[in-house]
């Protein structure tokens, strides 16, 4: 968890480049999307409150396909 609040540092930094702040995006993104098994429910539903649309999305998703599992 300490690791994803790292990163939602970076992704809230307004003084991080946006191209760091993108490549954080895109990397959780791809993450929740191919490998969900590195998650703990609990990450995924931190992951779903980001103010970031794009994870949200993502980790939203992949509640909703553990919650049918």
């Known amino acids: 968890m300490s690791t994803l609040e790292a990163l939602h540092a970076i992704v809230n930094d307004e003084a991080a480049p946006q191209i760091i702040r993108d490549h954080v995006v895109d990397s959780l993104q791809f993450a929740l ?20 649309t794009r994870i949200p ?5 992949l509640l909703a396909e553990l919650k049918t599992a």
């Open 57 to 61: 999305i993502a980790a939203t998703k």
């Open 33 to 52: 999307r191919n490998y969900p098994g590195y998650f703990t429910t609990k990450e995924v539903q931190w992951l779903a409150e980001w103010n970031d």
